[in-house]
């Protein structure tokens, strides 16, 4: 009776330990998918997302994130990385700001710029406005907001310039009077923000951070803007 209670017991201990296994291993999926596809979406390479996708251990994905940020570091050597830190805080915000329903913010073109541009200088709207058709007749264009920034010119933007939204039912989207420089500059910003490109394994030396490098300005602009 003993050894059939015993065996039992045993048994029933294995298949919670399993159980809890399953769950911790799903989560462990679920952290590193939201890695992927939500927190650094906008940043990744096809390059880099392939790879990640092609590893198989905690350990592998870890050591990969870590040096990924490591790329996108400033100043590798030191304890802190700004640029990190300041990504992940504008995330937050523009999360907070501009999802709709389950859609969230750094998904629309809003949350984008935010994400790249960071805050704008100052802000003004448009009413919505009556478009004339070349063919004929009108059509009517929702409300605009423009955001207006100081010159970002390691994004090749040395004068100030203007984002421009329109409003189309409840999101707003990228006018077509915003401009290709400025177009331009969020196509290029990731590349511009991989500030170590070769770095093949976390960095164990100490780096001074220079603010009037090429990296420092681009990182001090970056900071100052949010």
């Known amino acids: 009776m003993k050894k059939a209670f015993g065996f ?47 590893l198989k251990t905690d350990e592998e994905k870890d050591q990969f994130i870590d040096l990924f940020w490591a790329r996108r570091d400033p100043s590798p050597g030191t304890k802190e990385n700004e640029f990190k830190d300041e990504w992940y805080r504008r995330l937050e915000y523009v999360n907070n700001t501009y999802s709709t329903g389950p859609r969230k913010g750094w998904h629309c073109d809003m949350g984008r710029v935010y994400m790249f541009l960071g805050p704008p200088l100052q802000t003004s709207a448009l009413a919505p406005q009556t478009r004339s058709e070349s063919i004929g007749g009108s059509q009517l264009e929702g409300a605009s907001e423009i955001w207006t920034y100081q ?25 077509a009077a915003t401009t290709q420089s400025v177009r331009r500059a969020l196509e290029i910003f990731p590349k511009k923000v991989m500030f170590n490109p070769d770095l093949t394994e976390l960095p164990r030396y100490r780096f001074n951070f220079d603010e009037n490098s090429f990296e420092g300005k681009l990182i001090t602009n970056f900071i100052t803007t949010g």
Do not use: H
Not at 28 to 44: A, G, H, M, R, S
């Open 8 to 54: 039992l017991a045993l048994s029933v201990l294995t298949y919670f330990v399993a159980v809890a296994s399953a769950a911790e291993k799903k989560q462990d999926t679920k952290k590193y998918d939201q890695w992927l596809k939500e927190e650094v979406k906008l940043l990744i390479s096809q390059d880099e997302e392939n790879q990640f996708k092609k």
């Open 151 to 175: 010159p970002m010119p390691d994004l090749n933007l040395n004068e100030s310039f203007r984002v421009q939204f329109t409003e189309f039912q409840g999101v707003y989207d990228l006018s």
